[in-house]
């Protein structure tokens, strides 16, 4: 199909954060040079981010879509289909509608699904505020909670912004203050790690505020089982803890239609030079954001400043066959510590978060606060 | 303790950062029969606190951690 094509063709799987960045710069820079298509199964882009605000509020969520073909550029085709199979061989691209693509070039930045079958128990009995529905549901539950154990937390490792179950804990807490409940609340932890985050001076901060905040901390807890009739969450370390409101991130997986195991690991995660972001087995497919492999969290920064690495490094291959961007593990993440406060950590693959973010303030709240306006103006476009 | 422990596996987490090579050992140990004997190769300084941490509060067993070349061997019997 492609070999009649004079230009090569760009075809980017994936309408969230790291898909349109992608599509949007390449639209802009290479419009006479390539040809691009974004291939996307939902017809709006998403603001994830403000979903913990939700819990907390009585709004909806209308101010989180934007429609698709509003915020990329005009030189990008956008195909509404759902991916069903990669050949990464012969660089081809399966719908589930029974059309296919091919491709010269190809982004990967499908993103992450929730695999709730993984953990026992999960389906029915824990909430989470991963998406819509899920967010609409848990407000309602803290709504109508009375008093008693919640147990907040992580099944899995890995899973799409690590800051959000801390951040949503601190809210709680601040929530059931509000509500001078905190008498009737325990609020517990559970954290797969030694710790109650990843980075070790984050973690110190988190867990100085968790006690003083009277939030039991159970390190090392990996899921293991949710027994409904029993109200407790057990732990393949042996630890069971009772529950009378569970919220629990469900275990993530990558890419469900890669299998070739050169390409994604078994979990789908798509595996690529963790600076260049191209796909060590397959030198014309590059992924950024949720759906990689890399050792860096899973967010909207990481997606975003990926895109851009990936975006310069395709374009300096078609014109020149060379690349020379890198990704230096960038990641920017504003962390709720209350329900008007929040604190910034910045960090790189090799550069710990800076001190100056650990202040709790009100400016980074309402960076935070009011983000989705400058994401879908200004991130989306990929001149910031 | 000896070094010619012969592992039933070898996690070679060697290209993970922290926490991956706990939590690829985790994970090995979760599906992992009683008995069996992993070995985690890590290259990642946070491991040498958190691997045995973790091994003593999973209750298992730390056979062993032995520096190679440029990385760190843990060699750890699942107990239960």
Known sequence: MNSNQKKPHIVIL??????????????????????????????????????????????DLKKQYRP??????????????????????????????????????????????????????????????????????????????EGGNIVTGVADLPYKCPIAPIEVT???????????????????????????????QASEKFEKQFEKKGIELHEFFNTEEIIPEKKAVTSLEGEEVNYDLLILVPPHLGATYIDDRKLAN?????????????????????????????????????????????????LRLI??????????????????MGLTSAMVLDFTYTRPPLRLGYIPNRLFYYIKKYFSRFYFRGILSGRV | MSQEIIADQVIDARGSYCPGPLMELIKTI???????????????????????????????????????????????????
Request: aromatic share 10%; proline share 2%; net charge positive.
């Open chain 1, 266 to 314: 078994e979990q789908g995660w798509v595996t690529v030079d963790k600076e260049r972001l191209q796909s060590i087995a397959y030198p014309n497919i590059f992924a950024v954001g949720d759906t990689t492999e890399l050792p860096i969290s899973k967010a909207g920064s990481t997606a975003h400043y990926q895109a851009k690495v990936a975006s310069k490094n395709i």
């Open chain 1, 14 to 59: 994936g309408g969230g954060t790291g898909g349109v960045v992608v599509a949007n710069l390449l639209g802009r820079k290479a419009k006479k040079l390539v040809d691009i298509t974004l291939v996307s199964k939902n017809e709006n882009v998403f603001y994830e981010p403000d979903l913990i605000y939700r819990l907390f509020d009585k709004k």
């Open chain 1, 170 to 200: 601190f809210m709680l807490y601040h929530y059931f203050k509000r509500r001078k409940m905190l008498e009737q609340v325990n609020i517990h932890y559970l954290s797969p790690l030694g710790g109650a985050f990843s980075i070790d």
């Open chain 1, 68 to 145: 698709l073909r509003k915020v990329v550029n005009k030189n990008v085709s956008i195909l509404m289909e759902e991916v069903v199979h990669l050949d990464p061989q012969n660089h081809v691209v399966q719908f589930k509608s029974g059309n296919e693509i091919c491709y010269d070039w190809l982004v990967i930045a499908t993103g992450a699904r929730y695999d709730y079958e993984s953990v026992t128990g999960y389906a029915g009995e824990a909430h989470h505020f991963y998406n819509e529905e899920a967010t609409l549901k848990l407000r309602d539950a803290l709504e109508s909670f």
């Open chain 2, 30 to 80: 979760r599906k992992g029969e009683v008995g069996k004997i992993y070995e985690v190769w890590s290259k990642d300084a946070g491991s040498i606190r958190d691997i045995p941490k973790w091994v003593t509060k999973a209750n298992h067993e730390m056979v062993g951690v032995f520096e190679e070349n440029g990385h760190t061997r843990f060699v750890v019997k699942k107990v239960r």
């Open chain 1, 319 to 336: 014109k020149e066959g060379r690349l020379n961007a890198k990704y230096n593990g960038h990641a920017q993440c504003f962390v709720m």
